[in-house]
Every structure is written in structure tokens, then in C-alpha cells.
């Protein structure tokens, strides 16, 4: 069965600093990757997807996310963290074609003012 | 665009009692998903339909948890009788058919078994 793996669970870091999220995959096929946040007391919206194409991938409020293929990874990042980004962001992934979603466990950021 | 209703947001029910959570997605969604997210860990998927055919239900505890969608819109998940090991958040999301269609959650349901 697919597993994907998110090595990070808390993660504390201050305003501007850099963030990098990790998260792998077992899956050897196609696959169609995502990640979504949820702020306190909202619910999980999407924060960006690979289908295809360029793996480099942009999403909203200054997140970009790498597909590595070869590393089975679709890591999220992002050069200068706000107090606004304090939130639980996971990790999806699909078989190609499935629409079958897995989720990683979380990794919850805090980031101090 | 409205957005997942769930209702209701909380629930505290006796283990061996019956409990109902009802979702209505986004509408002219395909696609629904039900959801459970136990304390620390990540959602994991119960049951997805596409309009009112279910598409996988592999994950789903056949023999105490059941879920409809009657007519292709809303639905409802049941547990009945609830375990103590049932209590966690029960998300429901929707979204189009077809390609590029990330999921759009509900606040989801916190259901707490004593």
C-alpha cells in the first residue's frame, strides 16, 4: 500500500526564517502530489499541486514545492516564514489515474513573532 | 462558491451508541470523500463516492461504519455501535470530476466516544 512519510511532526522556527518541509512516497508509478494547510480552527485548504510538467511548483502566500522523481520527494519550502504561516501542513499523494488520496501524519510549524 | 457544509461540529456520544455526521459538498461536485483524522495523525480516506456510486470504501470498517449518497449530493456517514478508538475528526471534502480537482474540506466533525 502507498505510505507517505512526513519526517518532520513539529517544526518552530522565527519570522523570516527559511522553511523546507520534507515529505516521501513509496509509490514507483505516476502520481499526483499535493499540499495543504490548515491554519487554527480552519479547515484543510490547498496550498499547491503537481500533476505535471515543470516539478517545480508554486502555490499561494510564497510556498513552492520540488518533485524529485528520483527521490520519490515533493518537498515544500519557502525562503521567509511569517507568524501568519503558524499552522499543521500536510503531505498527499495519488496513484496516477486513482483519485485515491494518502496523507502524511502532519507537521505542525510554529513560527515566533 | 459556498463552500463543504458538515454538520453537526461536535459530538460526544457512549461507546456501543449510534452516531450520525452529514455532509453537503460544494455544489455540482462529482466527487465526495469522508475522512477520518485521529489526534496526530494525517486524514486517512473512509469512503469516496462519485455522484451516488462509491468508487473505493477499502478503508472502511464495513462491519460498524456505513455511508450514503443517495441522490449524488449530500450524504451521511454512520457508525453504529461506536468503539472508543472511533472518536476523532470526520471530514468530509468534495470536488469536481476530472482532472486538476484538488479537494475543498468541511470544518469537519469532532466526535469524542466515552
Known amino acids: 500500500a502507498q505510505s507517505v512519510s512526513q519526517h518532520n511532526h513539529h517544526v518552530i522556527l522565527s519570522e523570516a526564517a527559511s522553511l523546507e518541509l520534507g515529505c516521501n512516497y513509496s509509490?514507483?508509478?505516476?502520481?499526483?502530489l499535493f499540499w495543504y494547510v490548515q491554519y487554527p480552527g480552519q479547515h484543510l485548504q490547498l496550498l499547491l499541486k503537481?500533476?505535471?510538467?515543470?516539478?517545480l511548483v508554486k502555490g499561494i502566500k510564497g510556498f513552492e514545492a520540488e518533485f524529485i522523481k528520483s527521490k520519490f520527494s515533493f518537498n515544500l519550502r519557502k525562503p521567509s516564514v511569517q507568524w501568519s504561516d503558524t499552522a499543521e501542513y500536510f503531505c498527499?499523494?495519488?496513484?496516477?489515474?486513482?483519485?485515491?488520496?494518502?496523507f502524511g501524519r502532519g507537521t505542525s510549524l510554529i513560527v515566533h513573532p | 462558491e459556498a463552500g463543504v457544509a458538515q454538520s453537526p461540529r461536535y459530538k460526544i456520544i457512549e461507546k456501543r451508541q449510534s452516531v450520525a455526521f452529514w455532509c453537503n459538498p460544494i455544489?455540482?461536485?462529482?466527487?465526495l470523500y469522508w475522512y477520518q483524522q485521529i489526534l496526530g495523525q494525517g486524514p486517512k480516506l473512509l469512503i469516496q463516492?462519485?455522484?451516488?456510486?462509491?468508487?473505493?470504501d477499502s478503508q472502511l470498517p464495513k462491519d460498524r461504519f456505513s455511508a450514503e449518497r443517495l441522490k449524488g449530493v449530500d450524504s451521511t456517514l454512520k457508525i453504529q455501535p461506536a468503539k472508543l478508538e472511533d472518536s476523532a475528526v470526520y471530514l468530509c471534502?468534495?470536488?469536481?470530476?476530472?482532472?486538476?480537482?484538488?479537494?475543498?474540506f468541511g470544518d469537519g466533525t469532532r466526535l469524542s466516544i466515552l
Open positions: 455544489s455540482g461536485h462529482a466527487t
Open positions: 463516492f462519485q455522484n451516488n456510486g462509491v468508487v473505493d
Open positions: 471534502a468534495s470536488s469536481p470530476k476530472g482532472g486538476n480537482r484538488p479537494q475543498h
Open positions: 503537481y500533476f505535471s510538467g515543470d516539478p
Open positions: 498527499a499523494v495519488e496513484e496516477g489515474g486513482s483519485y485515491i488520496p494518502t
Open positions: 509509490y514507483g508509478g505516476t502520481v499526483n
